[in-house]
């Protein structure tokens, strides 16, 4: 598996960006082989089910420079890692409550020469601070998640949506947001963007600040 696939959804990536992009690899299959951060089998498909994954979230929400996205229980980097190379000018904030995949992140991205991730080994209630979005995948379902994170955004919004969560789930949701109660929920099917089976059941799930 190579990066060509990221290549191919996302043309005019700069030289530097795409020296980033190839490099992954070889990084989460030495920190993978120390700390678990990505199931042994994914790894052989990691830049289809992990790194184009998280870039669903970049074709629903073209990130600003200057605009800043807090990245809830990031594991060993997703979807946060990807979408700041693809946003150089965005900052990102990782947290994850176990200090081990912060520090796969913290390596990672260091050896990437990604100067705009800041990471943190906090639960996402400790964090402070104000964010235009806050992005997440698998971690907890939505009506447990927005508690955590709520009073944490900026209340200035200047994208295409207002801002508010972008989260990565798959499945039938129906059940999930009716029972979270949170309103203006949106529904982005990753297939619209990708053609491989995969995405087939996934979506971006979007709502504002509220
Ligand atoms: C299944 S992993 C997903 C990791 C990553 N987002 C991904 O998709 O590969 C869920 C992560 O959420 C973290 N987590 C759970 N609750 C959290 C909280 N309240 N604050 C921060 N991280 C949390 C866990 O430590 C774990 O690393």
Request: aromatic share 12%; hydrophobic share 40%; no cysteine.
């Amino acid at each position: 598996m190579t990066s060509d696939i990221i290549y191919h959804y996302f043309p005019g990536l700069s030289t530097a960006q795409k020296e980033q992009f190839d490099k992954l690899e070889e990084l989460y299959i030495l920190w993978n082989a120390q700390i678990n951060v990505i199931s042994r089998k994914d790894i052989e498909s990691l830049y289809l089910r992990h790194v184009l994954h998280s870039l669903g979230i970049a074709k629903v929400m073209p990130f600003l420079p200057g605009e800043k996205v807090l990245d809830v229980g990031t594991g060993g980097g997703f979807p946060g890692i990807p979408l700041a190379i693809l946003f150089p000018e965005t900052t990102f904030h990782l947290v994850d409550s176990i200090g081990k995949k912060i520090k796969v992140v913290n390596e990672i991205s260091k050896a990437a020469g990604l100067t705009n991730i800041k990471a943190s080994h906090a639960r996402a209630e400790q964090i402070d601070g104000k964010f235009h979005f806050i992005v997440s995948r698998a971690v907890t379902r939505l009506g447990d998640f927005y508690p955590w994170i709520r009073g944490k955004f900026e209340t200035k919004s200047g994208n295409v949506l207002p801002n508010g969560v972008l989260y990565l789930k798959g499945g039938d949701l129906e059940e999930e947001i009716k029972e979270s109660r949170l309103k203006q929920v949106k529904l982005f099917s990753l297939s619209s963007y990708f053609s491989e089976d995969f995405f087939e059941t996934k979506f971006v799930v979007y709502f504002p600040a509220q």
